[in-house]
């Protein structure tokens, strides 16, 4: 006989509001964002995430990134008031691909650098979100929500190992974020519900199950429910699936990746 398995009781919610050009004070869960800017084309809405985000890291690279192309997202505004104004509070990385002079720029500003090129194990990535997670224990916060700007797109192998640090870092709460979709790691340990905001998100979405295969999956909410499902790689896997219902619930015995398209535009206020 085999044995029963026994599935999570614990629920963990998500909502995407950090969408919004303003978080509605009943939005569920009640988090802190901190944002982490990786080395590829900014989203159009970083601005947006930079508002609401409470911390700042780029990763590296991403400080050109913000330099170079918050002006543009932004012009009908002045380019130096611009990048005054969107100073990061930390760079962290092995600074191989900072520019000196934007090193220079933020240094003078007074920005925090933090220089890793001791450590090559890891990627930039995983620097911040160490450094995010170290920051919130000392604060005595861990309801903390990285939100990663830039994090798809690119070199494949640096999106696989962007998803690495989800599987890393499995406790904390992140979101991988491009123009087009976002992707977060839903762990086993939970059974979740997804409050869906059809202004800036869907319809359509995906579930992967990542490090193991899935013997049972179940959801509501989408036009393709999983009922008990079988998922793994070489076999089923829940993609372009499309949200029916304004929560969707989901439990699995593995941890599963959702990922929901983007929907454009985003206006901020």
């Not at 009781?9 to 978080?23: G, R, W």
């Not at 930079?50 to 690279?61: I, N, S, T, V």
């Not at 400080?63 to 130096?80: H, K, T």
């Not at 579930?207 to 793994?232: F, H, Q, V, Y």
Request: net charge negative.
């Amino acid at each position: 006989m085999f044995p029963v398995r026994k599935l999570a009781t614990e629920l963990m919610s998500h909502c995407s509001a950090f969408l919004l050009p303003s978080i509605p004070p009943e939005t569920r869960p009640s988090l802190t964002y901190a944002l982490v800017v990786l080395n590829q084309r900014l989203p159009r809405f970083t601005p947006l995430l930079w508002k609401h985000a409470q911390l700042r890291l780029c990763a590296d690279g991403g400080a050109n990134r913000v330099f170079d192309e918050m002006p543009q997202l932004m012009p009908d505004e002045d380019a130096l008031d611009v990048q005054n104004r969107f100073l990061p509070d930390v760079i962290k990385g092995d600074m191989d691909s900072i520019r000196p002079e934007v090193l220079g720029f933020y240094s003078n500003l007074g920005t925090k650098i933090v220089d890793e090129a001791h450590d090559q194990d890891t990627t930039d990535m995983h620097k911040c979100v160490a450094y995010i997670q170290d920051f919130a224990s000392n604060l005595g916060n861990s309801n903390v929500c990285i939100l990663v700007a830039g994090a798809l797109g690119g070199r494949f192998d640096h999106e696989i190992g962007n998803i690495n640090v989800l599987c890393r870092f499995s406790d904390i709460r992140i979101i991988l974020l491009s123009d087009d979709c976002l992707i977060q790691l839903l762990p086993k340990s939970h059974h979740h519900e997804i409050h869906i905001l059809p202004s800036v998100e869907g319809p359509h979405c995906g579930l992967i199950p990542i490090m193991t295969p899935s013997a049972i999956s179940t959801t509501t909410g989408l036009k393709w429910n999983l009922d008990n499902t079988e998922m793994k790689f070489g076999g089923l896997i829940s993609t372009s699936n499309i949200v029916q219902d304004e929560k969707i619930t989901v439990q699995s015995d593995s941890d599963l990746l959702w990922t929901i398209s983007i929907q454009q535009p985003i206006q901020d206020s």
